[in-house]
């Protein structure tokens, strides 16, 4: 057994296995690893690498170059294979002190025994880790060593059967088919997998062999907005005694060993075309059958969590009520998804079906159109996103939901959405105002007191404050001797003034200006019982009127208008310049109730409708 040196191409081939005949030998050489360096990049719409991004895990896999290059030397080698039991082999020993994970694994095997043509060479695909979360996985280290044997005491049998144990057990997957990964069960997953570790015989005395020990460089690296996965490839020679020129006709390549590491975005999502996972249409059930590899077999992701020995284990099945509860139990989770080795994806798409149950977890992503649609007042979405879940979700985790295509407000939405509401509220604060001062004098049973809150609160461009034009679309409910004539009859068209009869006469169209006195005779008269929040005015085309308003009213038993009606008022300036008797039906308004349930903070129950049909 030797190690030669090629110096023609300063190229140092670590000498294999030797089978020695009469004449010639057969050894399998090794040159010296290269290393290639693969750049990768933050996924789309984040701005770096941070290692909690992806997952990684190490491959060996063998390429194999030329035709049939050991079989076609049978027939000219045949005496060389007579002379006993020779073998090489790549082994790779595979850590990461971080997760207590170390292995061994047989990059390719290669014996010839006695006999003609009686070789076996082995170099299968190999997971050599599990997915390891990026962040840990940047801890694994591979060593390899080169052993070369004649009369070997290595049992090949049994080492390529550990190998395909380990193969096998590693093997992945895409989504839905099940996934090996590990994180605070790394040590678990080894003890259970034993039988996957080569160990190297003490070799015999008489035995003829050399052995050779390298470090590789690390398996990947990161920094802010770049990555870079480390492939070492291995090329792997055929040589035959008297043949050592490399570029005699007696030496050929059989192939290249590459050992490289490969990454993934999420083990429970599809991936869109951007490479970003996608986990829109699922739901906590669904996301929790998804099977997992462990050392006992598989299960799946729910049983996983629930099997879990982890301090802060999580109750999947909370109060949903609750909000302490359930905020205490989605951070418990977090901590056993993130401890399990899953990454901000996973993790945060388990979470998110998780809370989905929850009603303050649903006000808190509400949609922008929905605040608007409903009017909702500031205090109200204030409530909503008080209760954020800070003691679970960070922003970063919001923006990682967001970016997998699930509904929820980050704090700049929320931003929006208040700026949005305030300008609505401000909308409003006219008309809640107006509501406030005229709901107090309808409330109000004293007709004097009455008359002197009525007074700051009306005008009119033709006879100013303390004044206002008072129309009747109600009826004949006897409003003109509510106004106790004679009366000044002031018609809108100031043109058309005119000193009226003491007989009562009929109030036109257009209406007529009243007093302050004459506006609480009628509030007075109307025996008024139960009043409705005012609601702006709506305009026929789905949107309101900013300075007009309309309230509700139903009337006590013997009134003079049977049940009730509505009242509109429109206002400039703080004061009201017009008071219109409408019916409910005014413009539609019973259908806009319907359609837009709460306007202006103001919503009104149909059973009031009833009440003043």
């Known amino acids: 057994m030797s190690i030669r040196t090629i110096s023609s191409v300063k190229l140092i081939l670590i000498a294999g296995t030797l089978l020695s005949g009469c004449t010639t030998t057969r050894q399998i050489v090794v040159d010296h690893p290269s290393t290639q ?6 996924l789309q719409g984040f701005q770096s690498i941070d290692g909690d991004d992806y997952y990684v895990r190490l491959i060996s896999e ?5 035709d049939n290059v050991l079989k076609s030397g049978c027939t000219n080698m045949a005496p060389s294979y007579e002379k006993g039991d020779l073998s090489a082999a790549l082994i790779y020993s595979v850590r990461n002190e971080a ?8 990059g390719f095997l290669y014996q010839a025994t006695t006999g003609k043509c009686n070789f076996t060479f082995d170099a299968k695909k190999l997971y050599l880790t ?4 990026l962040d840990s996985g940047k801890e694994t280290m591979v060593d390899y060593n080169f052993y070369t044997n004649a009369n070997s005491d290595v049992d090949v049998s049994s080492l390529v059967g550990d190998v395909n144990t380990a193969g096998n057990l590693l093997s992945l997957t895409g989504v839905g088919m099940g996934v090996a990964i590990i994180g605070q069960v790394a040590g678990q997953w080894v003890k259970g997998n034993q039988q996957a570790v080569v160990t190297t015989p003490a070799a015999h005395q008489s035995a003829k062999h050399s052995s050779e ?3 590789l460089p690390a398996v990947t690296t990161f920094s802010g907005k770049t990555g870079t996965l480390n492939q070492t490839t291995f ?4 040589v035959a005694e008297g043949g050592f020129n490399l570029f005699s006709s007696d030496t050929n390549q059989l192939g290249e060993l590459k050992i490289f590491p490969e990454i993934l975005p999420s083990l429970l999502l599809k991936t869109t075309v951007d490479g970003i996972p996608d986990a829109r249409d699922l739901s906590f059930e669904e996301i929790g059958y998804s099977p997992i590899k462990s050392a006992t077999g598989e299960i799946n992701l729910q049983q996983l969590i629930e099997q879990s020995k982890h301090p802060a284990k999580p109750n999947l099945k909370p109060d949903w009520n609750n909000y302490q509860e359930v905020e205490s139990n989605c951070r418990k989770l977090k901590l056993v998804m993130k401890d399990l080795g899953f990454n901000k994806f996973d993790r945060n798409a388990v979470i ?6 929850n009603g303050d977890w649903n006000n808190y992503n509400i949609t922008r159109q929905r605040t608007l649609s409903e009017e909702m007042r500031p205090k109200v979405l204030e409530n909503y996103r008080s209760k954020d879940f800070a003691n679970c979700l960070a922003s970063d985790d919001y923006t990682v939901m967001k970016s997998m295509g699930l509904s929820v407000n980050t704090q700049s939405d929320w931003d929006q959405m208040g700026e949005a509401s305030h300008k609505k509220e401000q909308f409003f604060t006219p008309l809640k105002s ?3 001062q005229l709901v107090a004098v309808l409330k109000n049973p004293n007709k004097v007191e009455m008359e002197r809150q009525l007074f700051p609160l009306l005008n009119t461009s033709k006879n100013g404050d303390g004044s206002v034009l008072l129309q009747n679309h109600l009826g004949d409910f006897g409003l003109e001797s509510l106004l106790n004539p004679p009366v000044v009859l002031a018609p809108a068209d100031a043109s058309a003034a005119q000193i009226a009869p003491p007989a009562l006469v009929s109030i036109p169209g257009e209406g007529v200006i009243v007093s302050a006195r004459q506006l609480a005779q009628v509030f007075s008269g109307l025996s008024i019982n139960e009043l409705s929040c005012a609601r702006p005015v709506p305009d026929g085309l789905g949107k309101s009127v900013g300075n007009a308003g309309l309230l509700l009213f139903s009337t006590k038993e013997g009134g003079p208008r049977v049940k009730g009606g509505a009242m509109e008022f429109e206002f400039s300036g703080g004061k009201i310049t017009r008071i219109a008797f409408q019916l409910s039906t005014y413009r539609d308004f019973e259908q806009d109730l319907l359609d837009r349930p709460e306007i202006g903070g103001c919503r009104i129950d149909p059973s009031f409708l009833a009440k003043i049909h």
């Open 434 to 436: 107006i509501e406030r």
């Open 99 to 106: 997760l207590k994970f170390s292995r061994e694994a047989t």
């Open 213 to 215: 020990s390298h470090s």
């Open 130 to 133: 599990p997915w390891i979360r």
């Open 235 to 238: 090329k792997v020679y055929d």
């Open 37 to 42: 360096a693969n750049q990768f990049q933050p």
């Open 352 to 357: 998110y079906y998780f809370l989905a149950k």
């Open 62 to 66: 063998f390429d194999f170059k030329g």
